[in-house]
């Protein structure tokens, strides 16, 4: 099971700030947490993702808590294009030096002009 | 380059024909994935190769079979399959390593009829 809880959609409008919340309270101090999207019929796309430090690229900005136990996928100026579905995830480890990916429902975010 | 490359992008199949999708990726990588995906679900995780041998099998019926010819080189082997096996099929790929991301196929859209 995915160890992750996401709303299941959330509204935006074009050009404010779309602020997606992740719940990971069971995460491990060695897991991370990836951010993907999946726009439609299309193969999901990493976005970012983090340990403990807030991380920033030219998508998005990743904030954790302190306790690790939740996070929130801001993007700065939503677009039309950003319209997708956004699967937090947490990085589990099979006990091999891979971790694998194993998504949740994700955020359905539909951009509104 | 960091494209996984998919194909064929659609495939229609008979339940008694034999076909294989294939995935390839020049980018290094040494962790391949296949996912598959049902309409309005999230990605399943089906199989995981790491450094061409596999590593991770998600108790996925034989009639799905997989093979990673060489760190390129992902294909998926499918015969006798059935209707409700008819999904989108990702292929991914990373580094290896907890702290790497993956990257995505665009898909291949399978229909068995």
């Known amino acids: 099971d995915a160890k992750t809880t996401q709303p299941t959609s959330m509204d935006c409008a074009e050009g404010r700030a779309a602020n997606l919340p992740c719940n990971h309270s069971?995460?491990?101090?060695?897991?991370?947490v990836y951010w993907y999207r999946q726009i439609h019929s299309q193969g999901p796309q990493y976005i970012i993702h983090?340990?403990?430090n807030n991380e920033t690229n030219e998508m998005a900005s990743l904030i954790i808590t302190e306790d690790r136990k939740s996070s929130t996928l801001i993007l700065p100026h939503a677009t039309l294009r950003d319209t997708a579905v956004y699967y937090c995830?947490?990085?589990?480890?099979?006990?091999?030096?891979?971790?694998?990916?194993?998504f949740g429902k994700g955020t359905k975010l539909s951009v509104k002009p | 380059d960091t494209e996984v490359t998919q194909t064929p992008k659609h495939l229609v199949m008979g339940m008694t024909n034999k076909k294989s999708l294939k995935c390839e990726q020049h980018?290094?990588?040494?962790?391949m994935y296949w996912y598959k995906q049902k309409a309005k679900k999230p990605p399943e995780l089906m199989f995981v190769?790491?450094?061409?041998?596999?590593?991770i099998n998600e108790s996925v019926p034989s009639r799905f079979s997989p093979e990673c010819p060489n760190s390129s080189l992902l294909n998926l082997h499918l015969h006798a399959l059935q209707p409700e096996d008819s999904a989108l099929y990702l292929c991914?790929?990373?580094?290896?390593?907890?702290?790497?991301?993956?990257?995505f196929g665009q898909g291949t859209r399978l229909t068995v009829v």
């Open positions: 991914a790929s990373s580094r290896g390593g907890m702290n790497t991301e993956a990257f």
């Open positions: 069971t995460i491990s101090g060695n897991e991370y």
């Open positions: 983090g340990l403990k």
């Open positions: 995830i947490v990085r589990v480890n099979y006990g091999g030096s891979q971790g694998n990916l194993i």
């Open positions: 980018m290094g990588h040494r962790a």
């Open positions: 190769y790491s450094y061409e041998k596999l590593s």
